[in-house]
């Protein structure tokens, strides 16, 4: 699978940051665009998704809002995608199960955030 164009912002109320996506693509698919990093402060492992082939292969892009909380480990919990198409659902909830944040005063445990995303195919 190819990773995605992930423009990611965690907001628990109203803070947005960017988030890159980037990790070595099929030599068969075009590699996807970074953006540049911030943000890398909220996490210990930023999320990375990658983008569906069939949805690539269809020119299907999207976007989601990933609700979510965290536990006292940092750890993403009750995770929730809101995706405009269904084949970004899956892609989603994978990349959120290799993520984990930093706790902090703006990462508190229990908190609930929300992170959207949107899948961009690259150029």
Known sequence: ML???ALAALAASATAQDMPASEA???SLPPAEELPMQGTRYYAVP?????PVAALQAGIEGRCNI???VDAEGVPQDVSPDCDHPA???PVLAGMARVRMIISEEVVAGERFILPVSFRIPL
């Not at 999320?47 to 983008?51: A, G, R, T, V």
């Open 3 to 5: 990773p995605v164009l």
């Open 25 to 27: 693509a099929p030599a």
């Open 47 to 51: 999320p990375k998704f990658e983008y």
């Open 67 to 69: 609700r979510f909380t």
């Open 88 to 90: 970004f659902v899956a």
